[in-house]
């Protein structure tokens, strides 16, 4: 079918609904879609069977799995994710995964069946309002139910998931507009749609006056987020650093945009971030904020937060501008524009000063935490120990996903990267449950690297069944468990906050080998020190996918931390 | 800062279900919307969305901007009641017998500005137009004869500085939009 509308685009071709979205598709280059059939999406699944050279679909166990693999896939590969669902349950399923996109701005399609045109609004079998559910978790949805619509609805949606700010976008097809034909006219991109500025338009005068307050800062401190990556703009922001040579502090979502051991690096801000960054945030004269949103977990006490410093954000979100902290100067618009014109207006200063007490804290910090953390001698094992010790065996090199909880702030501090676009983790929404499947995508949409998900023995119960997903389509991820036989993070707040009263956060786990097993994925389980190197080798050397349970201590906490309703330089080394 | 009230008037395409973004929008934040009125703008296919709520400006300026996110929306602007010419429409329906013995309709007429749109046998039909507390008077005139219903329209708002949409939207409709599309106050 394709052939033929390739060959006679001049002719007009009949197309049922379902086709049109197929073809549409790989007029998007899209590859693989994550998804799970059902009653209302039957007619594209039935289109699909004649697709299977063109489009690689990954039947999936739960669609909240499709989804965060379709999030994994767009994190490591900067491609838009597809996902496919049936109506009613299917689409709701999708919600948290909708949700953990739109927060953490991650380019996702997804496509859901609906009821035939004539049932909507007839509580029909397997009926729900989706459109209504996700719009506050969608950038944009639409419902088709006419089949002409379809190549320009879904011209829009690869548009606006993937331009300006990226997000989720959901379009809902009714079944009669899957089966209906009509005259394919061909399939235009998309490039403009007069409502919706992607991009701001970028202000010479902002730019001067930004670059003005930096020349002048004795104390200037860049933070980063997500919109490097998203930019594409990592060379251009080390070019900007290494310039005027600023300490550089990354948030968990900007991670990895810049390499973890860059001299100007200073580390993760935060609630569990690093020591320097967080206190310096209250000691800098002009903070320069690029491409990130000031979240609760990063500011802390909002009226603690750099209240001496001069403040400059650069955005592509106009929204994002003042929402949090009121800025003295807003840069609008895409970082990979705005940076460069910063860089040339830049004055090369020394700031190596001012860099040493960054440095200093570091060392404290080392002292009191990290040194016992990564090097203990004994004692049960730290998660800290065994994120430095795949640090060793990779150098820095492979795509790690975790999950929720302590386990992510251990494997986001102390983890190494060399590359971009590979830290995947659920920053905004903190999704338990996101690893596993996210690590899926992650390996489809990255092949070539190396994909590790780590997860604690919680998260991982909660979407355990993409195991299926591994077993089926032979995805080779490696699946490091961090068992402390808790619900880790909730005890530690428990422990400092609630006088000791673990309620409910004693979780037993099954064997995970022998579930592992039970997908026909290898896997052992370690709980000696002496055996973990050999252990996650053998995990990183195996062809297939591997699953490595390692026994941690139980009531490890997670330092430094700011504590709720503190400021950040109230930060708590333990 | 103080709490007052702003209006809010967004031009958007004509799109089902964004009434429902722009009304979440406000919702999420536990947000009263005091009056909300859609109707078409001086421009074919683009719709004009009256809002008026009570908020500090920090609030209505950051409400905004999350408007003009949503992908149908070309463009929200905010303003205090001196900056905007605005109305609202009232309609009362009363027994006519009792109007017709009590009340001196003709002086209800002129000093109200009120307009007799329906006289039956049975009930009269006023209407008035104005502001807030034009419309209430009436209602405290009335009621001592037996207001048997009563209702009042959103607000429409014509903004005072305005100079329509017409030239903005050929602004939006270029790929490259000129800079003030999208305004920037320090």
Same mark, same amino acid.
């Given at each position: 079918?394709?052939?033929?509308?390739?060959?006679?685009?001049?002719?007009? @071709?009949?197309?049922?609904?379902?086709?049109?979205?197929?073809?549409?598709?790989? &007029? %998007?280059?899209?590859?693989?879609?994550?998804?799970?059939?059902?009653?209302?999406?039957?007619?594209?699944?039935?289109?699909?069977?004649?697709?299977?050279?063109?489009?690689?679909?990954?039947?999936?166990?739960?669609?909240?799995?499709?989804?965060?693999?379709?999030?994994?896939?767009?994190?490591?590969?900067?491609?838009?994710?597809?996902?496919?669902?049936?109506?009613?349950?299917?689409?709701?399923?999708?919600?948290?995964?909708?949700?953990? &996109?739109?927060?953490?701005?991650?380019?996702?399609?997804?496509?859901?069946?609906?009821?035939?045109?004539?049932?909507?609004?007839?509580?029909?079998?397997?009926?729900?309002?989706?459109?209504?559910? =996700?719009?506050?978790?969608?950038?944009?949805?639409?419902?088709?139910?006419?089949?002409?619509?379809?190549?320009?609805?879904?011209?829009?949606?690869?548009?606006?998931?993937?331009?300006? $700010?990226?997000?989720?976008?959901?379009?809902?097809?009714?079944?009669?507009? +899957?089966?209906?034909?009509?005259?394919? +006219?061909?399939?235009?991109?998309?490039?403009?749609?007069?409502?919706?500025?992607?991009?701001?338009?970028?202000?010479?005068?902002?730019?001067?006056?930004?670059?003005?307050?930096?020349?002048?800062?004795?104390?200037?401190?860049?933070?980063?987020?997500?919109?490097?990556?998203?930019?594409?703009?990592?060379?251009?922001?080390?070019?900007?650093?290494?310039?005027?040579?600023?300490?550089?502090?990354?948030?968990?979502?900007?991670?990895?945009?810049?390499?973890?051991?860059?001299?100007?690096?200073?580390?993760?801000?935060?609630?569990?971030?690093?020591?320097?960054?967080?206190?310096?945030?209250?000691?800098?004269?002009?903070?320069?904020?690029?491409?990130?949103?000031?979240?609760?977990?990063?500011?802390?006490?909002?009226? $603690?937060?750099?209240?001496? /410093?001069?403040?400059?954000?650069?955005?592509?979100?106009?929204?994002?501008?003042?929402?949090?902290?009121?800025?003295?100067?807003?840069?609008?618009?895409?970082?990979?524009?705005?940076?460069?014109?910063?860089? %040339?207006?830049?004055?090369?200063?020394?700031?190596?000063?001012?860099? /040493?007490?960054?440095?200093?804290?570091?060392?404290?910090?080392?002292?009191?935490?990290?040194?016992?953390?990564?090097?203990?001698?004994?004692?049960?094992?730290?998660?800290?120990?065994?994120?430095?010790?795949?640090?060793?065996?990779?150098?820095?090199?492979?795509?790690?996903?975790?999950?929720?909880?302590?386990?992510?702030?251990? /494997?986001?501090?102390?983890?190494?990267?060399?590359?971009?676009?590979?830290?995947?983790?659920?920053?905004?929404?903190?999704?338990?449950?996101?690893?596993?499947?996210? /690590?899926?995508?992650?390996?489809?949409?990255?092949?070539?690297?190396?994909?590790?998900? @780590?997860?604690?023995?919680?998260?991982?119960?909660?979407?355990?069944?993409?195991?299926?997903?591994?077993?089926?389509?032979?995805?080779?991820?490696?699946?490091?468990?961090?068992?402390?036989?808790?619900?880790?993070? @909730?005890?530690?707040? +428990?422990?400092?906050?609630?006088?000791?009263?673990?309620?409910?956060?004693?979780?037993?786990?099954?064997?995970?080998?022998?579930?592992?097993?039970?997908?026909?994925?290898?896997?052992?389980?370690?709980?000696?020190?002496?055996?973990?190197?050999?252990?996650?080798?053998?995990?990183?050397?195996?062809?297939?996918?591997?699953?490595?349970?390692?026994?941690?201590?139980?009531?490890?906490?997670?330092?430094?931390?700011?504590?709720?309703?503190?400021?950040?330089?109230?930060?708590?080394?333990? | 800062?103080?709490?007052?009230?702003? =209006?809010?008037?967004?031009? =958007?395409?004509?799109?089902?279900?964004?009434?429902?973004?722009?009304?979440?929008?406000?919702?999420?934040?536990?947000?009263?919307?005091?009056?909300?009125?859609?109707?078409?703008?001086?421009?074919?296919?683009?719709?004009?969305?009256?809002?008026?709520?009570? %908020?500090?400006?920090?609030?209505?300026?950051?409400?905004?901007?999350?408007?003009?996110?949503?992908? %149908?929306?070309?463009?929200?602007?905010?303003?205090?009641?001196?900056?905007?010419?605005?109305?609202?429409?009232?309609?009362?329906?009363?027994?006519?017998?009792?109007?017709?013995?009590?009340?001196?309709?003709?002086?209800?007429?002129?000093?109200?500005?009120?307009?007799?749109?329906?006289?039956?046998?049975?009930?009269?039909?006023?209407?008035? =137009?104005?502001?807030?507390?034009?419309?209430?008077?009436?209602?405290?005139?009335?009621?001592?004869?037996?207001?048997?219903?009563?209702?009042?329209?959103?607000?429409? &708002?014509?903004?005072?500085?305005?100079?329509?949409?017409?030239?903005?939207? $050929?602004?939006?409709?270029?790929?490259?939009?000129?800079?003030?599309?999208?305004?920037?106050?320090?």
């Amino acid at each position: 079918m394709e052939a033929i509308l390739e060959q006679e685009k001049s002719v007009q @071709v009949t197309v049922s609904g379902s086709v049109a979205l197929l073809e549409s598709l790989i &007029a %998007e280059n899209v590859q693989t879609i994550f998804g799970y059939p059902g009653g209302a999406i039957m007619p594209i699944y039935d289109a699909l069977y004649d697709y299977n050279e063109q489009l690689t679909h990954i039947l999936v166990r739960h669609e909240q799995g499709a989804i965060h693999a379709a999030q994994g896939f767009a994190r490591a590969s900067g491609k838009t994710g597809v996902v496919f669902a049936t109506s009613g349950p299917g689409a709701t399923n999708l919600v948290t995964g909708l949700a953990d &996109a739109m927060i953490d701005s991650t380019p996702v399609v997804c496509i859901t069946g609906q009821v035939f045109s004539h049932l909507l609004g007839t509580d029909a079998f397997q009926e729900t309002d989706v459109i209504n559910i =996700t719009a506050p978790v969608t950038k944009w949805n639409y419902q088709v139910t006419n089949p002409e619509e379809i190549p320009a609805v879904l011209a829009k949606a690869f548009y606006i998931a993937s331009s300006g $700010r990226p997000g989720p976008v959901l379009v809902d097809i009714t079944k009669d507009a +899957q089966l209906k034909t009509f005259e394919w +006219q061909g399939y235009t991109k998309c490039a403009h749609i007069r409502s919706y500025r992607p991009k701001p338009h970028v202000r010479v005068e902002f730019i001067d006056a930004a670059a003005a307050l930096i020349n002048s800062a004795k104390k200037p401190f860049v933070i980063f987020g997500q919109g490097v990556i998203l930019g594409k703009a990592e060379a251009e922001f080390k070019a900007f650093i290494e310039k005027g040579g600023f300490p550089a502090a990354w948030t968990i979502m900007g991670m990895s945009a810049l390499p973890t051991d860059h001299p100007l690096g200073v580390g993760m801000l935060g609630m569990h971030g690093n020591y320097a960054p967080n206190v310096l945030t209250n000691e800098c004269d002009v903070l320069i904020a690029v491409g990130m949103r000031f979240d609760d977990r990063v500011t802390g006490r909002l009226d $603690r937060y750099a209240k001496q /410093a001069k403040i400059i954000h650069l955005d592509i979100d106009p929204a994002e501008i003042d929402k949090m902290v009121a800025t003295t100067v807003p840069v609008w618009g895409d970082c990979k524009e705005t940076l460069p014109l910063l860089t %040339e207006r830049l004055q090369k200063q020394d700031h190596s000063d001012w860099l /040493a007490k960054f440095h200093e804290l570091a060392l404290k910090e080392h002292e009191v935490v990290i040194e016992q953390e990564l090097f203990p001698e004994s004692g049960q094992l730290t998660m800290g120990e065994v994120i430095r010790t795949v640090n060793e065996i990779t150098n820095g090199e492979a795509i790690i996903v975790t999950d929720v909880g302590q386990h992510q702030m251990v /494997a986001c501090r102390y983890a190494k990267y060399q590359q971009s676009k590979s830290n995947i983790t659920s920053g905004g929404l903190g999704t338990m449950g996101f690893a596993l499947p996210a /690590a899926i995508g992650a390996k489809l949409g990255a092949p070539e690297r190396q994909v590790i998900a @780590v997860i604690g023995d919680g998260g991982v119960q909660m979407t355990i069944q993409e195991l299926g997903t591994i077993m089926q389509s032979k995805v080779p991820v490696k699946i490091l468990i961090l068992n402390n036989q808790f619900l880790g993070m @909730v005890r530690q707040w +428990q422990q400092l906050f609630h006088d000791k009263r673990y309620s409910f956060v004693n979780i037993e786990s099954p064997d995970f080998v022998q579930v592992a097993k039970g997908y026909y994925i290898d896997g052992q389980k370690v709980s000696e020190r002496a055996s973990l190197r050999a252990a996650l080798e053998t995990m990183l050397a195996h062809q297939d996918a591997y699953l490595l349970e390692v026994m941690v201590g139980k009531e490890n906490n997670v330092f430094p931390m700011v504590p709720q309703g503190c400021g950040v330089a109230e930060i708590r080394l333990k | 800062m103080e709490k007052q009230e702003y =209006t809010i008037t967004v031009y =958007t395409e004509n799109h089902v279900g964004l009434l429902s973004r722009i009304a979440i929008i406000f919702s999420r934040r536990k947000i009263n919307i005091e009056s909300l009125n859609t109707s078409p703008s001086e421009v074919d296919g683009i719709h004009r969305f009256t809002i008026v709520i009570f %908020e500090t400006e920090v609030n209505v300026k950051k409400l905004v901007r999350q408007i003009e996110k949503q992908v %149908e929306v070309l463009k929200a602007y905010y303003n205090t009641p001196d900056e905007i010419v605005w109305q609202e429409l009232a309609l009362y329906k009363v027994s006519t017998d009792e109007i017709a013995e009590k009340v001196k309709v003709e002086r209800l007429l002129r000093e109200y500005g009120a307009r007799a749109v329906v006289i039956r046998k049975d009930y009269t039909v006023f209407e008035t =137009t104005g502001h807030r507390e034009e419309t209430d008077k009436l209602i405290e005139v009335l009621e001592p004869f037996g207001l048997i219903e009563f209702v009042r329209s959103a607000r429409v &708002a014509i903004i005072k500085a305005s100079s329509g949409f017409h030239e903005k939207l $050929r602004e939006f409709e270029a790929i490259h939009p000129a800079a003030d599309s999208l305004t920037i106050e320090l």
